[in-house]
C-alpha cells in the first residue's frame, strides 16, 4: 500500500537563475524561514509559532485572503523547517497543518552559484491534492520563485543604490 501511495506522488524541480546576485546574497532572505511574506506573491502574513529562528523544527504559519472568490475566506498553512544547511545553502520543509488540500507535502529550497550570479532550486513532493493537477502546481511554484526571485533582486538593487 506505502510502494502505491509513493508512485502516486507528485515530484517536480523548478529554478530560476538571478543574473548580478551571488548566492551568498540570495541566501539570506531564504534562511530567514518566517520571513517568506517578503518574498511570496499574495502571502499576506508568515510568523513563528514555535522552536527556534534558524533550527530544525521551528514552524511558521503563513495565509492569505482570498484569491476573491470569497474575500472572507483566509487559506493557512503551518510549515516545519526539517533541515537547514548554511554551508550548502539548502533547507528542506514540509507542510504539517493547511486548510488547502495538502496531505503530504516536502519542498527543499537550494541557492546555488553560477557563473554570472546565482540560481535558486526548488523540489517538492507532494500526494495529490483534490481539484489540482500535477503540473499545476510546478507551474504555480515556477511562477511563485520568479516571483521571488525578482523581488529579492529588486531589494538588493535598492541598497546598492542606497
Known amino acids: 500500500m506505502e ?11 523548478v529554478g ?3 543574473k548580478g546576485p551571488t548566492a551568498d546574497q540570495i541566501w539570506p532572505f531564504l534562511e530567514d524561514f518566517c520571513n517568506i511574506h517578503q518574498w511570496f506573491p499574495n502571502l499576506d502574513t508568515c510568523t513563528q509559532v514555535e522552536g527556534v529562528i534558524g533550527k530544525p523544527d521551528l514552524v511558521r504559519y503563513c495565509a492569505s485572503k482570498s484569491d476573491g472568490s470569497n474575500e472572507s475566506e483566509v487559506k493557512w498553512v503551518k510549515e516545519k523547517l526539517v533541515m537547514i544547511d548554511r554551508i ?14 495538502f496531505k503530504l507535502y516536502r519542498a527543499t529550497m537550494k541557492v546555488l552559484p553560477v557563473e554570472e550570479g546565482s ?19 510546478a507551474s504555480y511554484l515556477d511562477f511563485c520563485l520568479n516571483f521571488m526571485a525578482k523581488r529579492m533582486e529588486q ?8
Open 3 to 13: 510502494d502505491q501511495a509513493q508512485s502516486t506522488r507528485w515530484k517536480g524541480k
Open 16 to 18: 530560476v537563475e538571478l
Open 88 to 101: 550548502e545553502r539548502c533547507l528542506s520543509y514540509e507542510v504539517t497543518e493547511n486548510n488547502m488540500g
Open 119 to 137: 540560481k535558486i532550486e526548488m523540489s517538492f513532493v507532494a500526494d495529490p491534492v483534490e481539484g489540482m493537477e500535477e503540473e499545476g502546481l
Open 155 to 162: 531589494t538588493l538593487l535598492s541598497a546598492s543604490d542606497a
